[in-house]
């Protein structure tokens, strides 16, 4: 088991890529509050996310993007586990709209919960990494879309480009303290952000016909990388972006 003991919170981790990781994890041996953000479906979702874990979790609700919320709920992780270890910034929105219709609502939304909430999650629990001694690990799942720009995707790819330097500032600042910063960029991944494309197969071999491995990825392809990046193996590893696109950035144009 590669990640015995250890503590780690999740955003986003009532569905998808998340909850891949959250589930991974926990196999690997570690405790994992599985953050969501209340109402509707994603209570059930989550509740069942924490069920399903192979070791003790929890659930942790709140809106990444309030750091009142953020605040509360890491709060309430120290009291349950006593520490935290790993900091992996998943929860992610997208808006699909042609750059002139995007409203202020959308680019607010959007940057709010992709750009500020890894922000504020990250900084709230580096300062307990901070306090508790002994390093940790920051990852953030952006995107293939931390640089390469997706016509529709505004307020996205320039979340994920954020979120591309937010990492890169994070792993040198705390490279002293020991706390290893790195972004894990998916591809297309079968997950439910991509339901619209997935259910029209035109969309969905279209898709297919630009990635090289010539499949959608799977959440567990991402988790994968995740449980190394988290583990002990990784510690001289910060800084970097980690691509799991099945090869989707190398692509080269056919015409
Ligand atoms: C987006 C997906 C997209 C994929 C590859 C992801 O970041 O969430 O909608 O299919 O990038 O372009």
């Known amino acids: 088991m590669r990640l015995n003991g250890k503590v780690a919170l999740v955003t986003?981790?009532?569905?998808?890529?998340?909850?891949?990781?959250?589930?991974?994890?926990?196999?690997?041996?570690?405790?994992?509050?599985?953050?969501?953000?209340?109402?509707?479906s994603r209570d059930e979702a989550a509740k069942e996310t924490v069920g399903s874990l192979a070791t003790e979790g929890m659930g942790a609700p709140a809106d990444v993007s309030k750091r009142a919320d953020v605040e509360?709920?890491?709060?309430?992780?120290?009291?349950?586990?006593?520490?935290?270890?790993?900091?992996?910034?998943?929860?992610?929105?997208?808006?699909?709209?042609?750059?002139?219709?995007?409203?202020?609502?959308?680019w607010q939304f959007v940057l709010g919960v992709n750009l500020t909430g890894a922000f504020v999650v990250a900084q709230t629990v580096v300062r307990q990494l901070l306090k508790q001694g002994g390093g940790g690990k920051v990852i953030n799942i952006s995107s293939v879309?931390?640089?390469?720009?997706?016509?529709?995707?505004?307020?996205?790819?320039?979340?994920?480009?954020?979120?591309?330097?937010?990492?890169?500032?994070?792993?040198?600042?705390?490279?002293?303290?020991?706390?290893?910063?790195?972004?894990?960029?998916?591809?297309?991944?079968?997950?439910?952000?991509?339901?619209?494309v997935l259910n029209d197969p035109v969309a969905a071999a279209n898709a297919i016909s630009e990635i090289p491995w010539g499949r959608f990825g799977k959440p567990e392809d991402v988790a994968a990388v995740a449980v190394f990046l988290a583990s002990d193996e990784a510690g001289y590893v910060t800084g970097s972006t980690y691509y799991v696109d099945g090869g989707l950035v190398q692509q080269v144009t056919k015409y």
């Open 145 to 196: 879309h931390e640089d390469v720009p997706f016509p529709g995707y505004a307020p996205y790819c320039t979340s994920k480009g954020g979120m591309r330097m937010l990492m890169r500032n994070m792993a040198l600042e705390l490279a002293p303290s020991g706390i290893n910063v790195n972004n894990i960029a998916p591809g297309a991944i079968a997950t439910p952000i991509n339901q619209a």
């Open 72 to 106: 509360s709920m890491v709060n309430s992780i120290l009291q349950k586990f006593g520490r935290i270890d790993i900091v992996v910034n998943n929860a992610g929105v997208e808006v699909k709209k042609p750059f002139v219709d995007i409203t202020d609502e959308d």
């Open 12 to 40: 986003g981790a009532n569905s998808g890529i998340g909850q891949a990781i959250a589930k991974r994890f926990a196999e690997e041996g570690a405790h994992v509050a599985v953050n969501y953000l209340a109402g509707g």
